[in-house]
């Protein structure tokens, strides 16, 4: 395409946000006309679906629930009066509580007042928040934030030592939406004992976000906990950012989380509309459509030009791929659907893998975040009539360019700066164009079936570990694996007893493993007393 023809394609196809000064441009997609209107047959099935769902229809039918984080950022259209008072009081709750801890009226009982956040959750209880506290956290926030989003005992260690003797003055919030997670109840169960070690009151300082009558809420009230915030059941843990989830711990930074709402519900009217030309999240849907054929053969590569935003990606990895990565379509059939995302920043990855994505395997498409301003005061040169800043600008347009010129497609997202406001319109923006996609390509957005098989797998394995440590124990005498195997009566599972009986000697837990272990089928397993 000539120049003149590509910037009246980039006029054709450009769409603007006049409030949130946002720009979306799919123009370097290769699609044509026909390709749109092929898909708009679709699209009204799409915004149908989109349409009943904010009505409150039960959107998640695996798990017969509403799905309803629209209503986040606009009350008015919950579907109850009840669900609406719910989203109100909550809101209220954390705005009142966080105001009593800035001020020092609700204190820890051994410090003049809160300085640090301990938050502890995973998936949809730890990206959202995760990502925000990057992107919007102040230079010298209110109170500083830490995560605990794994159950890495020496990840777990790397924290509580940062945070150090200020735990006595650290607010711990143990989020999680079904309160029966075992990474964020581990985070707890070892956080509770560092406070121990320190003889401090756990519970006097500790907050939950759970969905009501969970294990934990249940836990935090016989206990006595701070106070507990509700995560209702009809939001999900990935489409969480903008309920209790998110906006307690970004509060609590001293972020504007009314912002963060109002750039939501922005971007939600935005996208609200039934027109593909004028809805951003339908124009990236259909960008997404094009590149992978609908059926994601190629993959979201997400690369913003700004360090705030270096985990945007990894929250939309699980916003994108936990959402549209599904086996089985709404009618049955296998489709093995999903879109891979990856990324950090830019021009970072200028110099790791973007060596690839101009030369390399084309099997993806690249999304550019541009931010305009460079910083809020003025820039200094770093030579004649060029700033930091302009490189950094300068780096984003020549890549898209290069890219461009070898036929490899991009998205651009353009907006004036990172602040609540657009934080949270970018995540409405994803969380919509998310549903119109899954929509279009006929799945169900809002389960995740396959996360389940690996904790069942998991759990196994740590009943298998129990079996063999009480076969170890009876026989009394050091036995080989295929033996612990057989007597575990569970001679197909050798390969996993050897893998569970290293960990627990390399970890000290007891176990004696003699032989050559370069031979694991020498080594001789038994209970070290
Ligand atoms: O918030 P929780 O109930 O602890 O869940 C945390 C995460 O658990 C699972 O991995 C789900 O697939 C995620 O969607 C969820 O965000």
Do not use: C
Request: charged share 20%; net charge negative.
């Amino acid at each position: 395409m000539d120049a003149t023809a590509l910037w009246q394609r980039y006029q054709d196809w450009l769409y603007y946000h006049d409030s949130l000064g946002l720009y979306l441009d799919i123009s370097r997609m290769g699609f044509d006309n026909d390709f749109v209107a092929s898909l708009s047959p679709k699209f009204d099935q799409a915004f149908k679906a989109m349409d009943a769902l904010e009505k409150g229809a039960i959107a998640n039918p695996d798990e017969n629930r509403m799905v309803g984080h629209y209503w986040l950022r606009d009350p008015d259209l919950a579907p109850t009066q009840d669900l609406k008072q719910e989203i109100v009081e909550t809101l209220e709750k954390i705005e009142t509580f966080t105001a009593k801890i800035h001020q020092g009226e609700i204190k820890p009982p051994n410090a003049a007042q809160f300085t640090d956040i301990l938050s502890i959750g995973i998936g949809g209880s730890a990206l959202g928040p995760e990502f925000v506290a990057e992107a919007l956290a102040p230079d010298h926030p209110v109170l500083n934030i830490h995560f605990i989003d794994n159950t890495d005992p020496r990840g777990i260690d790397r924290v509580l030592a940062k945070i150090g003797d200020r735990l006595k003055s650290t607010i711990v919030l143990v989020i999680s939406k079904s309160g029966g997670t075992p990474e964020p109840r581990n985070g707890m169960i070892e956080v509770r004992n560092a406070f121990s070690a320190q003889n401090l009151n756990f519970a006097q300082q500790a907050v939950a976000v759970t969905g009501v009558g969970s294990k934990l809420d249940q836990q935090a009230h016989a206990e006595g906990w701070l106070t507990t915030f509700p995560m209702a059941d009809w939001v999900g843990g990935r489409t969480s950012e903008l309920s209790a989830v998110g906006l307690l711990p970004a509060a609590l930074q001293g972020i504007e989380i009314r912002e963060m709402l109002a750039g939501g519900k922005a971007m939600d009217i935005a996208t609200r509309k039934p027109e593909v030309k004028t809805n951003p999240a339908a124009l990236l849907a259909l960008a997404w459509y094009y590149a992978g054929n609908g059926k994601g053969e190629k993959d979201m590569v997400v690369l913003p030009y700004k360090d705030s935003l270096l985990l945007f990606s990894r929250y939309l990895q699980q916003l994108v791929m936990e959402s549209l990565g599904k086996e089985k379509d709404l009618d049955s059939n296998i489709v093995y659907q999903g879109i891979a995302v990856y990324g950090n920043k830019g021009s970072t990855d200028q110099h790791a893998y973007v060596q690839q994505l101009r030369d390399g395997v084309p099997n993806f498409f690249a999304t550019f975040i541009e931010v305009l301003q460079d910083r809020s005061l003025p820039s200094i040169e770093v030579e004649p009539g060029v700033t930091s800043g302009d490189y950094l600008s300068g780096f984003l347009l020549g890549t898209r360019q290069a890219l461009y010129e070898n036929h490899r497609d991009s998205i651009t997202i353009t907006v004036p700066e990172v602040n609540p406001e657009i934080v949270g319109a970018l995540i409405a923006l994803y969380e919509r164009a998310v549903g119109l996609y899954a929509s279009l390509v006929n799945i169900n957005a809002y389960h995740q079936p396959g996360v389940e098989a690996g904790k069942k797998a998991a759990a196994e394995v740590l009943e298998l570990q129990h079996k063999i440590i009480q076969v170890l124990q009876d026989a009394g005498q050091a036995l080989s694996l295929e033996t612990l195997a057989e007597k575990a009566g569970v001679p197909d599972q050798i390969e996993a007893i050897y893998k569970i009986l290293r960990h627990l000697a390399t970890n000290q837990r007891g176990v004696l493993l003699v032989g050559n272990l370069a031979k694991p089928a020498s080594l001789m397993a038994s209970i070290h007393w």
